[in-house]
C-alpha cells in the first residue's frame, strides 16, 4: 500500500511531489487514486489466497516529521490508506504498518485512527519506543527499534546482545513486542 512512496519512486522525483501538494493538489488526488485502485486490488486477491496478515508500508517521514504537514496528509493520505486498510479489517486479519522515519506527532491521528495492529520499524534515531510503549502499548503492537545503523552494524556481539536484553527487559511486559529491526 505505498502508494506515496510509489509516486515519488516512479511518477516524478519527491521534490515535484511535496510541491504538488500546494501548487497542483487535483494531480496528487488523482495519482494517489490510480495507485490505491491497484493496491486495492492487489490486497483483495492476497486476502483470497489466504495470507495471515495485512502488511501496508508507506514511507511518510523523515527522522524529523511527516514530508507534508499532517494537514495534507490527514486530507490526501489517510482517506485512502484506511480504504486498503479496511480489506484487512474486514477479512478479519491483523494489520501491520511500516513508516520509517518519525511518526510520533501523528500517532493518534494516523496510526492510531487507522485501526492498525502493529507498527513497525519505529527507528531508535527518530522514535522514542519506550515512550510509544508508555502511551500505546496496550493498544498497539510495537516492532523494531533495534538499530540496523548502530551494534547490530558495527558493534560486538556484546553490545548487540545487550541492546537486544535492553529492548526486550523494557518492552516485553505487557506483551505486544516484536524484537526486530
Not at 486490488?41 to 511527516?66: L, N, P, R, W
Not at 498497539?140 to 527487559?169: C, K, Q, Y
Request: charged share 25%; aromatic share 14%; hydrophobic share 40%.
Amino acid at each position: 500500500g505505498s502508494f506515496f512512496q510509489y509516486c515519488y519512486y516512479f511518477l516524478c522525483d519527491f521534490s515535484q511531489l511535496l510541491e504538488k501538494f500546494l501548487i497542483d493538489p487535483a494531480f496528487v488526488e488523482a495519482v494517489f487514486d490510480i495507485c490505491v485502485d491497484y493496491y486495492v486490488k492487489i490486497t483483495q486477491m492476497a486476502i483470497e489466497e489466504g495470507v495471515d496478515v495485512v502488511f501496508v508500508a508507506d514511507d511518510i517521514a523523515f527522522k524529523s516529521g511527516t514530508f507534508v504537514r499532517p494537514d495534507l496528509f490527514k486530507d490526501f493520505w489517510l482517506p485512502r490508506m484506511k480504504k486498503i486498510i479496511q480489506l484487512g479489517r474486514d477479512a478479519g486479519l491483523p494489520i501491520m504498518f511500516h513508516c520509517c522515519g518519525n511518526v510520533t506527532d501523528i500517532m493518534d491521528d494516523f496510526v492510531m485512527e487507522l485501526g492498525t495492529d502493529v507498527l513497525n520499524p519505529i527507528e531508535p534515531y527518530s522514535m522514542d519506543i519506550y515512550d510509544i510503549k508508555r502511551r500505546y502499548g496496550d493498544k498497539l503492537t510495537l516492532s523494531g527499534n533495534i538499530d540496523i545503523a548502530g551494534p547490530l552494524a558495527f558493534g560486538t556481539p556484546e553490545e548487540v546482545r545487550e541492546e537486544v536484553r535492553e529492548h526486550m527487559e523494557q518492552l516485553k511486559t505487557g506483551g505486544r513486542y516484536i524484537l526486530s529491526t
